[in-house]
């Protein structure tokens, strides 16, 4: 028996309030990966693109190194304090629904590993990306879940959910805001069937303002690209998470793991963290 349980939790059990314990003391955190294209057609692997093979690599890592791979639910229920997790876990997910990604369905299915895709619902359906049918196989696979990357992903660094609500934009505003994350889940649900409670805000970027919308929109969680390891006590509403460059090798991979932050692997030709779409200032 801890002290949250003596103290703490006997306050709240008196008072009849919800609280969360503290994390574990020994609880190393887990890491939340982020992928967008696992190509085979030699696209050059950067930011957004990896390799099958290089994939194939990092999974193989995973479950040689006795990691498991959780749901997003499952790592939203442990921060919350209702659950616990493996002591090796990683969360594995897939931003923007294209087409490529189904390249890793075998893998992760050899390895049983759970992963998650984030899809956006009106202007991410068709050509390049995944047709709504492959959405429900996902959705409909044991080891899968699907949720909302909003209706349209507004990602101009000048032009997005931030500008909007913050008034930076004409004839944008929160209204707008609100019908990308209310849209989207009306989407999903029409589609798949059942309610989906969980968002990865495009480009990570969000603020107080947007929280407080997604809260409202019937959100219980939200992915971001904060950099860093989630624990058991942390909001759910801001989980941390870290790209996975595809130009990296074996040891950024480990980096990333151990850490939860984006490892850049910079070649000549490629930009840096800086420039990069996914990096708002």
Known sequence: MNAWTTAGGLLALVLGLTVNPPADAGDPGVPVLIYHQIVTDGT???ETVISLDRFREQMDYLA???YT????????????GKSRVPAKSVVITFDDGWKSVLNAVPVLERHGFKASFWIITRKGIG?????WSD???LDAHPLFEVGSHTASHPW??????????????????????IAELQGSRADLAEQLGRPVDVLAWPCGWHNAELDRIARNAGYRAALTI???????????M????????????MPEFEAALRTGAYQVCQREDTPSKGSSPYTYR
């Open 44 to 46: 050059k692997p950067g």
């Open 64 to 66: 040689a190194n006795g």
């Open 69 to 80: 791979a959780i749901s997003v639910g499952e790592l939203v229920d442990y921060m919350r």
């Open 127 to 131: 050509w390049s990306n995944m047709e």
């Open 135 to 137: 959405v429900r196989a």
């Open 156 to 177: 101009d660094p000048a032009d997005n959910l931030v500008t909007w609500v913050d008034g930076k934009v004409p004839g944008r505003g929160v209204r707008d805001a």
């Open 226 to 236: 904060e950099e860093g390891l989630n624990h058991r006590g942390d909001d759910p």
């Open 238 to 249: 801001r989980i941390r998470r870290a790209f996975i460059d595809g130009a990296c090798g």
